[in-house]
């Protein structure tokens, strides 16, 4: 069958870019994995130390499900096939080993399956620490800013919670990693280290929205390669998180500590044989 042929066939990755919408956007939207040295003017990316948000749904369309000109999620129109529609911790569920399976009960639409699309509630809990020039920069509750500085590794790093308010920030400058024209208040077309993909603030009826009344985000993108289903394919999904932070620095001091983008890797596991 096209598109499924081939066993752990990888279908798409996309990253999920939350940043404090409150500060500047530091870095350039090409950013580099950290090397043990201090970023100077920029960022680089690397792996948290502890990462909890709570999913809401995760879908793969044939059509957007949240095309520009909508305000709102179109699922039932966008032939998806839903494969969690409940709150569950990214703990558990993004770990690379739950399996989403699909089956005749949901009634696949036959087709070219092109998006993946993921709700989360606007709370991520995040700490990080980072080593440069043999000093240790561990994140406190207080926020990406507020990094505590010392020369052992004996501070452990605290979780601070952030959440997306405006994605073009308290004084309504264009954000360079938005291509829709520096973004919207509720929404950005983000493009970062290669990948693109759409990310919309929703209120308490999943209706697009922007500020304090955000609680949750709706993340889309493209999968690549599609995905060919009908109503006769078995077999099931695994989705890993990546779960990195961006250290910035004036190439002395670590200045913050915040969280990156995150990558969704995601593969279909063929069953027909």
Excluded at 17 to 44: D, E, R, V, Y
Excluded at 72 to 92: M, P, Y
Excluded at 152 to 157: H, L, T, V
Excluded at 158 to 183: I, S, V
Aim: aromatic fraction near 12%; charge should be positive.
């Amino acid at each position: 069958m096209k598109g499924i042929s081939i066993l752990n066939l990888i279908i798409g990755y996309f990253s999920l870019f939350i940043f404090n919408a409150n500060k500047p956007i530091h870095s350039s939207a090409i950013i580099l994995n950290c090397k043990g040295n201090i970023p100077n003017k920029t960022a680089c990316i690397t792996k948290a130390s502890s990462f909890k948000v709570n999913i809401r749904r995760i879908d793969i369309c044939q059509k957007n499900p949240f095309p520009s000109y909508s305000v709102t999620t179109e699922f039932n129109g966008s032939k998806c096939i839903n494969l969690l529609n409940r709150k569950v911790s990214s703990k558990n569920y993004l770990d690379g080993n739950k399996k989403y399976y699909i089956s005749k009960d949901l009634n696949i639409s036959q087709g070219e399956y092109k998006y993946i699309s993921i709700i989360l509630e606007n709370k991520f809990l995040v700490s990080g620490k980072y080593k440069a020039n043999n000093y240790f920069w561990t994140t406190s509750k207080e926020g990406p800013d507020n990094i505590i500085q010392s020369e052992n590794d004996i501070s452990i790093p605290t979780q601070y919670l952030t959440k997306l308010t405006n994605w073009r920030g308290k004084k309504n400058t264009n954000n360079k990693y938005c291509e829709n024209n520096g973004g919207t208040p509720s929404r950005c077309d983000i493009q970062y280290n290669g990948y693109k993909m759409s990310a919309i603030g929703l209120d308490s009826d999943f209706i697009e929205t922007s500020g304090q009344k955000i609680k949750f985000m709706f993340f889309v993108s493209e999968l690549t390669p599609l995905v060919d289903l009908n109503k006769n394919s078995e077999g099931y999904f695994k989705i890993n998180l990546e779960e990195n932070l961006e250290v910035f620095g004036n190439g002395s001091f670590v200045q913050s500590i915040s969280i990156a983008p995150f990558k969704l890797n995601v593969k279909f596991i063929n069953e027909i044989q």
